[in-house]
């Protein structure tokens, strides 16, 4: 079997929660060796952030990120030496810490940096490289325009049923982090520091939205199960479940239309391009919402399906995860962007010893490392 891409690349992990370990654990996926550097006695908060546990204890907060590791416990001043000497070594080093506290533990950043000629060290904020405000992805979602558009219209303002915020900052990290390693292989140079933010990360994660605001200065508002440039493109609730009808052109909407028996619409000019659905929108929802609500979500799904239209059950993470058949309780969901299984979360210090006694060595040897 060949080697994983990243085989051989070295990633101190000094990160904890959700964002940089999650990066963290995309780098290992991919094959990188990552050592995890975590606070003696209590270690990631999200070992503790539970129920549920696994039979060993394990929080699945913590399991969800942490595959692909190993685990050491040092107290960044007491055991400074360690982990200079570590972060010396490595081709990666990813921090969350807010700013100024490595600097106090004696860990100079620059100063790595400046030795090491192939050292790319990114750091995780909330809010920027000069903000002392925690990350919490809770309050970027807030924040960052998010939850103004999320939920019902007549509704409260909704937070996604992720923490997306941290979920995509750490996926920007893991981008901005291949991409600095792809220069520093070419002999690019290259700023080898940086700041990925939950904030800058949600907000470019906006998108569409954030274009129609600019474009039309108008702002945005909360569709709910809508789409505020689509018709249709929203739940509906079939006779046993609900479903999602996704039309994104006027072909499919004429095949749509046709499918759940509704021909009278699909020759009805008025509508035969999206701007028309969009000024017609009430009555284009209503008639479709009949049209499945007597029928069973699959039947309809099928009949979708069958000519082209995009279409979705609404399933529980249950049944996703079933369907998919690479789920583990202990190693978490198959990786989105390649890579393998190799090493379990470990246990708080659970390579301490050899970590201690081998540095980077400690990898050799291990099962699938």
Known sequence: MPPLPLHGVKVLDLSRVLAGPLCTMMLGDLGADVIKVERPGQGDETRTWGPPFDSSGAAAYYLAVNRNKLSIAADLR??????????SEADVVVDNFLPGALTRAGIDAAALIAKNSKLVWCTISGFGAESSRPGYDFVVQAESGWMSITGEPDGTPMKAGVALADVIAGKDAAIAILALL??????????RRITISLIDSARAALVNAAQNVLVSGKEARRWGNAHANLVPYQLFHAHDRSIVIAVGSDA???ACMKALGLGDLAADAALAENPGRLANRDRVVAAIAAAVASRPALECARALD???VPSGLVKTISESLAEAGTASATMGVAPSAGGSFRLAPPALDQHG???RERGWSAFRGLSGA
């Open 78 to 87: 007491a055991e400074r030496d360690l982990v200079v000497r570590l972060a």
């Open 182 to 191: 792809a220069a520093v292989a070419r002999g690019t140079p290259v700023e």
């Open 252 to 254: 499919q909407w004429r």
């Open 306 to 308: 069958a000519v082209g």
């Open 353 to 355: 010893g050899v970590i």
